[in-house]
C-alpha cells in the first residue's frame, strides 16, 4: 500500500539538522522499499508502496517538492486529457508562487503536496479537499514530520505518542467527529483542503478550499444543464479512476449509487476488467441480490455473491487492529476483508470500488432541509409549497409540519449538523464524557465555526456534513498488498458540482438523489432507477453479537473506557445480557463505534516506545 513521510526544520538549526539527519538514516535503513523523493536543506521526503497501486507521485524539479499519491488535470472531457499532468519549469514556478493552493484550481485526486518556496524559506504542505490520502503532522525535537501511516512513524524508533482522553471522550458521543486534531496528543490531522505552511519553526494552518465558499459561487439553477453536468463528470471522474487500475473489484448492492458506478466502469476507455461483488445475509431485508443480479445482467457484467454468516465472524480480531492516530469503523473489514482481498487475487486486479459517498453526494437524507433553503433563497412563495411537498413525498411525512419546522430554521443560529445535539443522549456513554463533551468547544471541524455557518441554509450545512468524513485508506487488518480502497464518487469536479445545485433541486418531483436519477435513467434498469429503499442490518448485527457475545461482553464490561468511566457499566451490562438486552440501535452503537474505540485504546496502549 501507497505511503509517505517527510521531514521539515528549519536550514541552519544544526540540532534539528543532526535530528534529522538520524532519523533520515533510520528510513533508509528500514524495511519497506522507501524511495527518496526530496532531498534538500530543511525538506528531505520519501515515499514506498507505489508499485501496483493507482498512486503515481509527481516531482516537482529543482527540489520544488513533491505531489504524493495521484493527481489528476481539472480538463475532464477525456480520460487521457484528465490524466495529462506536466510539471514543467513554468507550472512549477506557478505552483510554489501560490503556495500550493494552484493544485486546488486546476488539478484534483487523491494527494498530499508538498511545497517548498526558497524564495521565503516556507515550506507548506497541502491536502487535496477529498482527503481520500491520510495525512497527519507530528513534531520531534525541532523536526516536523508530514506523515500518512503511524506504523511507519513507530518503526524509527524515536517517537512517543500519549492519549488524548478528550478526543476520546468527543468520538464516542459523536462518532463522526470532525476537528483539526487526533485521538494523540502528539498528533494533529491535516484537514481536507488546509493547507500548513512551516516556517522558522512556525506552524500556520488555514483553509484554502471551503465548501460553503464553492456552494455560493455560480450556482446551477436548470434542471436540464444540472442532469447533463452530473451524468458528464460523474462519468469522468469515475472513468478517471479506473483508468489507474488494471483490474477492479466493484461492490455492488444493486443501488443507486452502485449502479451508477457500474454504469460508467463498462464502457470505460481504459476497459478494466470489472468483477461486481454483492454481500448478502439470510434476515428480512439483508438479501439484495435480486437487485444487484439486475443491474449485473443489464450492463453484462460479472457477479459474485458472497454470504455474510456472523457465526464466521470472530470479533476477537479486532484486538490486532493496525495502530493510527485516531479510532475507525472497524467491523466492516473485519466481515467483508477478507472476501474482497481473495476474489481481488484470484481476478488479478489491483483496485477495490464502491459508490460509497453517493448517498451524501447527491442528497439522499434529510430532504426536509430543502424547504429550509428554498425558504432561505426566495421566500414565501408558490415554489416553496411545491418543495414542501417534494420533501413530503420523500420522507413520507405532512407537508405542514416541513414549513413550520423550515420557518424555525430560517431563524435559528444554533444549529449545527457537524456535532449534532449540543449534549449527547446516547445511552451507554458515562457522565464524564458529557461533562466533557458540554465543556469543550473544540470539537469542530474548521469548516463550521460560527463565522463560516452564519448565514449558511440548513440544508447546505447538512449536505456538506454528508461529504465531509474522509474514508478509510489503509486495511486495519490485510496485508500491504491489499487492493486499494477508491471511493470514485468523492472526486472533487463532483462535489463541488453538486454543492452548486440547490438541495431543493437535488429532491425535485419527490425523489432523494433526483438529479443523478435523470442522469442514468439511460443507463440502468427503471426498477433501479425508482428504488428508493435499502437492504436492513438490524438483525444481522444482533446475530452478529450474539455469535461474539461472550468475547464482547469481557472485552467492554472490562476495558478501559468502562474503567475510566467513558461507559456506562450498567447499561452497557444490560444490553450485553441475552435475556434482557431489547433489540434496537444499540447494537449498532456497540458494535461498530464504542467497540472499535475500545481496540483503538489498548492498541494505544501497545504502541512500542523508544
Known sequence: MYRYLALIWTPGDQEAGCVARMLTERIQASPGGWRSVVDAEGVVAFHAGEEGT??????????????FGTIFNRNIETVEAAQRVVFDAAETDAIVASGGTRLLTHYWGRYVALIRNRGTGETAVLRDPMAQLPCFLSA????????????????????????????????????????????????????????????????????EWHPFDIARTDPVLDPQSATAQLRSTVRACVQTWAGRYHGLIHNLSGGLDSSIVLSCLMDAPTRPPVTCLNYYGKGPGEDERAHAQRVATHLKAELVEYLLDPADLRIERIATARHSPRPWFYLYELEHGSAEEGLAAQRGANGLFTGAGGDGIFFQAHAELAVADYLFDRGIGPGLMRTAVDAAQVERK?????????????????????MGANRPERTLIGEPVRQIVARDGGFRHPWFTPERTRGVPPGILWHVVSVATPPAYYSVFGPESSPERTLPLMSQPLIELCLRMPTYMLIRSGTDRAVARRAFAPDLPAETIRRTGKGRVDQHLRNVLDANLGFVREYLLDGVLVAR?????????HYLTRESSPADFQYTEILQEHLCVEAWVRRAAAMPKP
Not at 55 to 65: D, E, K, Y
Not at 140 to 165: I, P, Q
Not at 177 to 193: D, F, H, K, R
Not at 398 to 418: D, T
Request: net charge positive; aromatic share 8%.
Open 54 to 67: 493507482g498512486s503515481q507521485t509527481r516531482v516537482l524539479g529543482q527540489s520544488a517538492g513533491v505531489v
Open 140 to 207: 520531534y525535537r525541532g523536526v516536523h514530520l508530514v506523515f500518512s501511516d503511524l506504523e511507519d512513524c513507530l518503526k524509527l524508533g524515536a517517537l512517543s505518542f500519549s492519549v488524548d482522553w478528550d478526543y476520546v471522550a468527543g468520538v464516542l458521543a459523536y462518532p463522526m467527529m470532525m476537528s483539526g486534531g487526533t485521538a494523540l496528543n502528539e498528533v494533529a490531522e491535516i484537514q481536507p483542503g488546509e493547507r500548513v505552511g512551516i516556517l522558522a519553526g512556525n506552524v500556520r494552518r488555514t483553509i
Open 398 to 418: 405532512s407537508v405542514w409540519p416541513l414549513i413550520f419546522k423550515a420557518l424555525k430554521s430560517r431563524f435559528s443560529r444554533s444549529w449545527n449538523p457537524a
Open 565 to 573: 468511566g467513558l461507559l456506562d457499566r450498567k447499561n452497557l451490562e
